[in-house]
C-alpha cells in the first residue's frame, strides 16, 4: 500500500500540516509521496483543486537521459 509522506495545504499565512489519513481534505491541499527507489520527491504529489485530484507527479529515479 502507498501512503502519501506528507499532507498539507497553504493558509495564506504558512503551510498547515494535515493528518494523512482524513476522509476528506480542504481544498488546494497537497499529499507528497515518495519514491520507493529514493529519487526525487519534491515535484511527487496531487493536489486537490474544486473537489478533484490533479497530478504533479513526476517520474521516480534517475532523470539523466
Excluded: F, M
Excluded at 499532507?7 to 495564506?12: E, I, L
Aim: with cysteine; hydrophobic share 30%; glycine share 8%.
Amino acid at each position: 500500500r502507498i501512503e502519501p509522506a506528507l499532507a498539507y495545504y497553504n493558509n495564506g499565512k504558512e503551510a498547515v500540516q494535515l493528518d494523512k489519513q482524513q476522509k476528506a481534505y480542504p481544498n488546494e491541499t497537497i499529499l507528497h509521496y515518495a519514491c520507493d527507489d529514493g529519487g526525487p520527491t519534491e515535484a511527487s504529489a496531487i493536489q486537490c483543486r474544486d473537489g478533484e485530484w490533479v497530478s504533479l507527479l513526476l517520474p521516480c529515479g534517475n532523470n539523466d537521459v
